[in-house]
C-alpha cells in the first residue's frame, strides 16, 4: 500500500516549457486535490477533483490544466511554465470530499519544480 | 480569504516541554483539522475537531475549539526531538468548496 505517489520529485524547466505532474492513489479515494506550497503562503488549492470524471477551480487555478484519468490518476499540466510557478506541488487525496465530511486528506511526497 | 494563520511562526523548545501553537480564522466553519510536515516531505493528518466540540486529544496532542474567537491551538505534551517539524491548522468554510491551510508553525524540540 503505497498511499499517493508523484512523479517526478524534482524538475527544472526553461520558461514557456511544459510538463504534467503525476499522481495516483491506491486507497480507492474519490477525492483527489492539487495544490502549492510557497514560502510564507502555506498551501493553496490548484484545482481538485471530487470524483471520477469530474474537476473544479481551486484558489489559484490560473496556468494550470488538470486531468482525472480515472479513480487512481489526477494529472495537473503547466502549458507554458513561468518563474511564478517555481513551487513545492502536493497531491491529496480524500474518501470524500474533505470539506464537506471532515474527511482526511493523505498528501504525496511532493514534486519541487524550479521553473527558471 | 479564509486562510488561517497560525501563532507563532517559529518556537524552539526543550524536549520534555509542552508545545503550544494557535491559529485564528476568519469565517465560521464546519472542521478544523491540524497536520504536521517533517522537512522535505508531505503533510501528515494529525487531528480533527469539527464546530461542535470544544476539545479532542489524541496522544500526546490535545486540541481545542473556541468558535467565539474564531481559534484554535494545538498543545502538544512531553515534546519529543522526532516532534521537530511544521504544523498547520486547515479551517473549511461553511459555503465553498475548499479547505484552507496557514502558514504554519515550525517547532524546533531540542535534544
Not at chain 1, 59 to 78: A, C, D
Not at chain 2, 55 to 71: A, P
Amino acid at each position: 500500500n503505497a498511499g499517493v505517489t508523484q512523479t517526478p520529485k524534482f524538475q527544472v524547466l526553461k520558461t514557456g516549457q511544459s510538463m504534467t505532474l503525476q499522481c495516483a492513489q491506491d486507497m480507492n479515494h474519490n477525492s483527489m486535490y492539487w495544490y502549492r506550497q510557497d514560502p510564507g503562503m502555506g498551501l493553496r488549492l490548484i484545482y481538485y477533483s471530487a470524483s471520477e470524471g469530474t474537476t473544479d477551480k481551486g484558489e489559484v487555478p490560473n496556468g494550470y490544466n488538470v486531468s482525472r484519468l480515472n479513480k487512481r490518476e489526477f494529472s495537473l499540466r503547466l502549458e507554458s511554465a513561468a518563474p511564478s510557478q517555481t513551487s513545492v506541488y502536493f497531491c491529496a487525496s480524500s474518501g470524500e470530499l474533505a470539506y464537506l465530511l471532515g474527511g482526511t486528506q493523505y498528501f504525496g511526497p511532493g514534486t519541487r519544480l524550479t521553473v527558471l | 480569504s479564509q486562510q488561517g494563520e497560525e501563532d507563532p511562526q517559529a518556537l524552539s523548545i526543550q524536549e520534555g516541554e509542552n508545545a503550544t501553537m494557535n491559529c485564528s480564522y476568519k469565517t465560521s466553519i464546519n472542521n478544523l483539522q491540524w497536520y504536521r510536515q517533517n522537512s522535505g516531505r508531505g503533510l501528515v493528518h494529525l487531528i480533527l475537531i469539527r464546530s461542535n466540540e470544544r476539545e479532542k486529544h489524541s496522544g500526546r496532542l490535545r486540541v481545542t475549539l473556541d468558535t467565539s474567537k474564531k481559534s484554535s491551538s494545538l498543545l502538544i505534551t512531553a515534546s519529543r526531538a522526532a516532534d521537530t517539524a511544521s504544523y498547520f491548522c486547515a479551517t473549511d468554510a461553511r459555503t465553498g468548496n475548499q479547505f484552507y491551510f496557514g502558514t504554519g508553525t515550525s517547532l524546533t524540540v531540542i535534544p
